[in-house]
């Protein structure tokens, strides 16, 4: 048998233990998958005393994660404490330097410095290897580095955060206001310390940036992805969607374009019948599209501590039997700085607004929208019990910058009441 790999564990969550447990109950299973076996050496977390549920006393501790990544008996530093900088970065950047391979699930980290780290990484003949990062236990980065090694990709798509789609399956299926289903949430543990990470889109771009430095070879630019959260969904809008045979989802879309790269997460409208539109609860989905391979659906638990620990021990894996590869698929200093897209790809989108109950005031809105150069597909004027009525309208497609130059000149009209609300639709 070839020497143990020897791994350090930094951070000791949810997912540090589920990899900790791995180990000790696969012992045999991972040392005849690997050629070798796979142990671990030291471990380090905020606080030595936590009950965990995982016998923690085999291993040394370590109190400073940059220790722990220096140590001799240390071959791959296991990075799983979260956060783009402090001791996350300053660990792993130890650990590079100390000639050890890493094994990350911290998407914030890479989307803010994964190019440099990758450079560095790259230069001293080390890898970076994050599985875990992006949408749990799938294996969407095996997939595309590996699977579709041979496609030119043209579209990357996807759920890719479970609470998200929780929120707003749950308001479809309950019938229930945003607030109600986020509070829900919140009690039920899924949200961030931070809500806005998964509710305002962040954590979710973090990983369509990387899915998108991948696909389409060039530097990861996470401050150019287009973000918009969910927090303005409202039930109605849920219902509207459901009369016209859609459903929202927080969908990320990352595609390279004559006008350049084209990145963001915001909330559309999807056919209720397509693979998207039928995912519910906490689960990812992410479709990757390739001049030869047509369209795949990658679809599985998207968070969690079985999850999340497996596509970990996936990456520890490759390392233990010798496989490397560029941190993102290719060498890093071949990764071209992408041109941000100025402006999406044109599409449908679906309005909805109140109005003064009068006569006239649905024609001013339908001026102003054609004023822009937007087309109606469809309108629709609601029942109502006071001054206002609301009203939803569907428009051909449109550039997203003629539709914000019609809604600037909404207020001007005097006949809408209230900020409306624009969601892309996605039919494809």
């Known amino acids: 048998m070839n020497d143990p790999l020897r791994l350090g564990i930094a951070g000791l969550g949810t997912v540090g233990t589920g990899v900790v447990r791995i180990i000790r109950q696969k012992a045999s299973l991972l040392a005849e998958r690997a050629g070798r076996p796979v142990t671990i050496s030291a471990v380090s977390a905020r606080s030595r005393g936590k009950k965990r549920g995982v016998p923690l006393e085999d291993y040394a501790w370590e109190d400073d994660p940059v220790a722990l990544a220096q140590r001799d008996d ?33 998407k914030a980290l890479l989307a803010h410095h994964g190019h440099a780290l990758a ?32 496609n030119d990709m ?13 929120i707003l399956t ?21 949200l961030e310390a931070d809500p806005q990470l998964d ?81 519910d609860g906490g689960t990812n989905m992410v479709v990757l599209e390739g001049d030869n391979v047509e369209q795949i659906v990658l679809r599985g638990p998207g968070a969690g501590m079985g999850p999340t620990a497996s596509a970990v021990m996936g990456d520890v894996m490759d ?5 490397r590869l560029p941190v993102f698929g290719r060498p890093a200093t071949g990764l071209k700085q992408a041109q941000p897209a100025q402006g999406g790809t044109p599409a449908p989108y679906y309005l909805r607004m109140s109005l003064t109950d009068k006569p006239g005031a649905l024609a001013k809105v339908a001026t102003a929208l054609g004023d822009a150069g937007i087309s109606i597909d469809r309108m629709r004027q609601y029942d109502h019990d006071g001054p206002d009525a609301p009203v939803l309208i569907v428009t051909h497609k449109a550039s997203r910058a003629d539709l914000d130059r019609a809604l ?8 809408v009441t209230d900020t409306p609300i624009a969601l892309r639709i996605e039919t494809a």
Not at 122 to 148: C, M, N, Q, S
Not at 237 to 256: E, F, P, S, T, W
């Open 408 to 415: 600037a000149a909404m207020p001007a009209l005097g006949v």
């Open 319 to 323: 390392i233990a039997r010798g496989f």
């Open 199 to 279: 509710v305002g889109g962040i954590d979710a771009a973090h990983k369509l940036s990387l899915l998108a430095a991948i696909a389409f070879g060039t530097q990861v630019d996470f401050g150019s992805v287009q973000m918009e959260g969910i927090g303005a969904i409202a039930i109605e809008d849920i219902n509207h969607a459901a009369d016209m045979g859609y459903r929202i989802k927080l969908l990320g879309v990352a595609q390279m374009t004559g006008r350049g790269l084209e990145q963001r997460m915001t909330p559309c409208l999807v056919p209720a019948t397509s693979p998207l539109g039928q995912l």
């Open 74 to 106: 240390v071959d791959v530093f296991v990075e799983l404490m979260g956060g783009h900088n402090g001791p996350a970065k300053a660990a792993t950047e130890a650990a590079i330097a100390a000639g050890k391979d890493v094994v990350t699930a911290n």
């Open 170 to 190: 749950r308001m479809q299926s309950a019938g229930l206001p945003y607030a109600d289903v986020f509070q829900e949430a919140s009690d039920l543990g899924y």
């Open 154 to 166: 043209t579209r990357v798509m996807g759920v890719m955060n479970g609470t998200c789609n929780y």
């Open 119 to 150: 450079l560095t990484a790259e230069a001293a003949g080390r890898v970076i290897r994050f599985e875990a990062a992006v949408a749990g236990g799938i294996p969407v980065i095996k997939a595309l580095t590996e699977g579709l090694a041979g």
